[in-house]
């Protein structure tokens, strides 16, 4: 019989439970807004507009892509003014 390579899903819960998450930046969203995912046992979370970390939710799913790209167009439109200024 076959025994999984994979850990119970348990036991990385159990290590968050006892040692806390380890959170990682799995999406920077803007220059202050990132999306985290727990190491351990993958449980996502976000920045709040308080700058707390609250549960990624869709609702928050949904707000931080538009939030990304408002974000993206102002940097664009920025650096397209930077470069027509520097070639006058």
């Known amino acids: 019989m076959n025994t999984p390579t994979t ?3 348990f036991i ?6 006892i040692f806390g998450h380890k959170y990682e930046v ?3 969203v803007t ?4 999306e985290y995912q727990c190491a351990n046992c993958k ?5 709040n507009s308080n700058g707390n970390l609250i549960p990624l939710t869709p609702k928050f ?8 790209r408002i974000y993206n167009r102002k940097i664009m439109r ?11």
Do not use: G
């Open 43 to 47: 449980k996502q979370m976000t920045t």
């Open 7 to 9: 850990k119970p899903a």
């Open 78 to 88: 920025l650096q397209e003014k930077s470069y027509a200024s520097s070639i006058n």
């Open 31 to 34: 220059y202050h807004v990132k």
């Open 61 to 68: 799913v949904q707000i931080n892509s538009v939030l990304e």
């Open 26 to 28: 799995s999406k920077k």
């Open 12 to 17: 990385p819960n159990l290590v968050c439970n």
